[in-house]
């Protein structure tokens, strides 16, 4: 891919969030940047169907 | 540059009242105040652009001074980086609220660093990647063949790797397997 390519989609992206470990997820009405958690946290979907990072001690696994 | 005034009861502008246009037609010449005292426009369009123009100037009048100083320094690196431009403006600072109003200038950099876009540049960003997927929750993920938004996340559910280590995948925790028994382990 052109470097100038690759710097246009970095800048379109950075137009929906900048902080470094954000994961975009789609909102109601657009794109969003969900901040990133805090370490060892789990990315889980909530009862409201959006993701959202939680501490692994609140999720039940196997 | 074109100054803003802070707001005030005024709605003429600073010059307004003080200047005399000339001009000559067909050999005659006329003086007359400029600018020229408009009615209300009657188009839709022209409203309509009336209007965004009037929630602009109140907007920039809500914001002073922190704002007009910041979009002051984020003009003089918007010529410095796109236009090439030092010293004196050949854009005044009126027509680059227009460019923000209407999308066309993409970022202001305050002098922290920090980027600020315009809400017409986060929303292309959100339409472009509305062709990928435009379902409420998705998350992107890139599978071997190409980025794909995971969107049949029920409540509850976690993101862990597919066992065959391809993509992230979406499950009941109570499907995650163990760490030990993952395929080539943790």
Redesign the interface.
Known sequence: MPEDTFDQLQ??????G?VPGS??????D??IALPPGNVGD??????????EWVPPGT???? | MAGIRPGGASRRTQYGGKVWLSYTVHGRTYVRKWPRARGKPKLPWALANLKRMAVAQRAVRQWQPEATKHMQEGLDTFLREHVGLRGTAAIRLRDWLTQVMYGRA??LVLPTG??L?SYA??????D???WL????????VRTPDGWH?T?N???????TMAPDYATPL?CP??????RDQAAGGY
């Open positions: 800048r379109l992206l950075d137009a929906i900048q994961i975009l997820i789609r909102g109601a657009r794109w789990v990315l889980t979907i909530n009862d409201g169907g959006m993701p999720v039940q696994f196997a | 993409w970022d920090k980027k876009y540049a986060i929303r292309d960003a959100s472009f990647l509305d997927e435009p379902r409420y929750g998705s998350v992107l938004g969107w996340c029920k409540p509850g559910g976690v993101f979406c925790p109570a499907d995650v397997p163990p």
